[in-house]
């Protein structure tokens, strides 16, 4: 009758195996580093992308300094005009007795926040000053005070909240800033008591009130 063999199973050295473990080691290792390395990509990435959108929404200007003038300049809102209601009815085509209107009949269409080199139609600036935004109207204000108030027009570009600056011809250096029934009228550019204005009005308008 034949002996059975025992299946001998082979071992693995001593040294071997010390040696596969470090391999492992190692290579857990730089898969660790590999995953840090990763992570702090995308951390520059959403870092980039958050910049990229907070840049897109404000135009790349700083508010702070926007608001810091703005506290500075709330003095000047005790020269603020408030103006009775004239109604809001929405008319194909509406005239007003002021040069610049702030509350009545308007076209049914707002106006887009922004910096306009023309004259704009009063009916459509109303409409938007029901909307809550600003509007800023210049003549002849220098190129340094005309890139701030493009500035301010590329900051606050919400259509609840934006502001739009337009030309008015024959005004000179006044700049005039109109509200839903308010108006400010400076005979030259501050921009403390302008962005005051902006900042107490600005996102108010009885439409849709937004701040």
Do not use: C
């Amino acid at each position: 009758m034949a002996k059975k063999h025992k299946k001998r199973t082979k071992s693995t050295p001593s040294h071997q195996s010390k040696t596969g473990g470090a391999t492992r080691r190692r290579s857990r290792g730089r898969f660790l580093k590999l995953k840090t390395w990763e992570l702090g990509v995308l951390a520059v990435i959403a870092g980039l992308v958050i910049w990229a959108v907070a840049t897109e929404f404000s135009g790349g200007v700083d508010e702070t300094a926007f608001l810091r003038l703005a506290a500075q300049g709330r003095e000047r809102l005790s020269d603020v005009v408030s103006v009775a209601d004239a109604g809001n009815a929405h008319i194909p085509d509406a005239t007003y007795a002021s040069d610049y209107p702030t509350t009545g009949p308007h076209n049914p269409n707002p106006l887009s926040p922004g910096f306009y080199s023309s004259e704009q139609r009063p009916d459509r600036l109303v409409h938007s000053l029901e909307h809550g935004m600003i509007v800023i109207y210049y003549d002849e204000p220098g190129d340094d005070i005309a890139d701030q108030l493009r500035d301010w027009a590329a900051l606050y570009r919400g259509p609840w909240s934006g502001v739009i600056v337009t030309k008015k011809k024959g005004q000179g250096p006044e700049i005039v800033l109109a509200a839903w029934r308010n108006l400010l009228r400076l005979p030259t550019f501050e921009p403390t008591g302008a962005a005051a204005f902006v900042d107490r009005f600005r996102g108010r308008g009885p439409e849709n009130p937004v701040r």
